[in-house]
């Protein structure tokens, strides 16, 4: 086989291998909400590096100014009930941008037992009696990827701030088998993401296969 087509073999597989992968993304979808949650999302984000949590443990680093509400310890099989702090449709945006489309993060350690979500919701005000919410509560059970690391597991959205003004408020109700989990949002084009592990397994294999044909190459 010569090196030209070693090497648009090993591009293909790659390609394969990673639409595969896009493709079998678990999408857990709410009808009544037009939210959906991501359980085998192909990006990871960084909580500490991107942006803040609403509900989390201490190791979030929140930007002064835009508090959170801290979970307690939990874990061995608890429940966890939580409402996030109430913001301002203004501090939201200073979060996402310009546009009013937002993702939630989910970063959850767990132990040989999955998490379960029972319920997330965004509750909006307009600040003149007029409320509105999106409210995801299809009871979803989910296995960690990147467990204990603070990066997102899970990816939740469709989120959309139908106000200019007013308040918003979040409320997450979950199992929590293991620790403090984070929930923290994510912005309509966030800049941090990390290739899944087997991404990274993929890429490195390419790698090592082009270098392979170049020293072919080289040789021949």
């Not at 203004?90 to 999955?114: C, E, K, R, W």
Request: charged fraction near 15%; aromatic fraction near 10%; charge should be negative.
């Amino acid at each position: 086989m010569t090196a030209t087509r070693t090497l648009t073999t090993v591009a293909a597989a790659i390609a394969a291998a990673l639409f595969a992968g896009s493709a079998g993304a678990a999408l857990v979808t709410d009808p009544d909400s037009g939210l959906t949650l991501d359980t085998a999302p192909g990006v990871s984000y960084q909580q500490t590096l991107d942006d803040p949590c609403v509900i989390g443990g201490p190791d979030c680093s929140n930007p002064a100014g835009f508090p959170q509400t801290t979970a307690a310890a939990g874990g061995g099989g608890t429940s966890s009930d939580y409402s996030s702090p109430t913001y301002s449709i203004a501090q939201i945006l200073g979060v996402i941008g310009t546009t009013n489309a937002f993702t939630v993060g989910l970063d959850y350690n767990d132990t040989s037992v999955p998490q379960e979500l029972r319920r997330f919701e965004a509750v909006y005000d307009n600040g003149s009696g007029t409320t509105s919410s999106q409210v995801f509560d299809v009871v979803t059970s989910l296995k960690t990827v990147y467990n204990g690391t603070g990066f997102s597991d899970f990816l939740m959205s469709g989120f959309l701030l139908p106000y200019t003004t007013g308040t918003v408020k979040f409320h997450a109700a979950w199992f929590n088998n293991d620790g403090r989990d984070n929930y923290f949002l994510i912005g309509a084009e966030p800049t941090i993401h990390v290739p899944e592990p087997a991404m990274l397994g993929l890429l490195g294999l390419g790698a090592a296969a082009l270098g392979f044909a170049g020293r072919r190459r080289r040789t021949s």
